[in-house]
């Protein structure tokens, strides 16, 4: 059964900071890995899709890595502002249903 | 361009009545999914839909929940009696599915907050 595990919980930083935030999944057999940004009240917004087959993804200051071997995914971010607060969440695609598990979360707030 | 549409935003009712959630997803998406989402649990697949037929339901928790999709355009999750165990945020998604691969990303509606009191 695929586990994804998020640490930390929760992250606060000075704006301006560079930071990682990590997922960790259990299940190797994955198609593919996306991120999402939840803000409070809302529900969840797509920032990066990953395929299998690719190592990362880029979009404006966010950069997601995937290395399937050992089962682990990272998202950076790069010149924190405080518009970044919220709730960041890992999903994993399973390559045999479709469906995605999710992380826990990660909630960043990044002070000004 | 209008995004995955939930209704109601928010529902306080009384444990035993039937609350029917519903969720219009993006036009052109053949694939809908509902999530529930909760500080215990995290967020939880319950069903999903792909050309309107269900996939796997192995999430509902009960029988006292079932999801219907009449047509491509509107999906609703209905739960009969309901709990107080019920309360959470419920979210319905859509994306275009590609066959068994898919790529793309799931879009979110803004979730149905249920309160079973």
């Known amino acids: 059964k695929q586990e994804v595990t998020q640490i930390p919980a929760a992250l606060s930083v000075p704006e301006g900071e560079n930071l990682v935030l990590n997922c960790s999944f259990t299940d190797s057999a994955i198609y593919n890995l996306q991120w999402f940004r939840q803000d409070p009240g809302k529900g969840l917004t797509s920032l990066l899709l990953?395929?299998?087959?690719?190592r990362e993804q880029t979009s404006g200051r966010l950069n997601a890595s995937l290395d399937k071997s050992s089962g682990r995914s990272t998202l950076y971010i790069a010149a924190s502002q405080p518009g970044d607060s919220a709730t960041y969440l890992c999903?994993?695609?399973?390559?045999?249903?479709?469906?995605?598990?999710f992380g826990q979360g990660t909630t960043l707030q990044v002070k000004p | 361009d209008a995004g995955v549409i939930q209704s109601p935003r928010h529902e306080v009712t009384e444990m035993g009545q039937e609350v029917t959630l519903r969720c219009k997803p993006i036009s052109g998406h053949n694939s809908l999914f509902w999530y529930r989402q909760t500080m215990m649990r995290g967020l939880e697949l319950l069903i999903y839909?792909?050309?309107?037929?269900?996939?796997?339901d192995s999430g509902m928790p009960e029988d006292r929940f079932s999801a219907k999709m009449p047509n491509a355009s509107f999906s609703t999750l209905k739960i009969q009696p309901s709990e107080p165990r019920d309360s959470a945020v419920y979210f319905c998604?859509?994306?275009?599915?590609?066959?068994?691969?898919?790529?793309?990303?799931?879009?979110f509606g803004d979730g149905t907050r249920l309160s079973i009191l």
């Open positions: 990953i395929q299998s087959s690719q």
């Open positions: 998604a859509s994306s275009f599915f590609q066959g068994q691969y898919s790529n793309q990303p799931q879009h």
């Open positions: 999903a994993v695609g399973s390559s045999n249903t479709g469906k995605l598990i």
């Open positions: 839909f792909n050309n309107n037929v269900p996939i796997d």
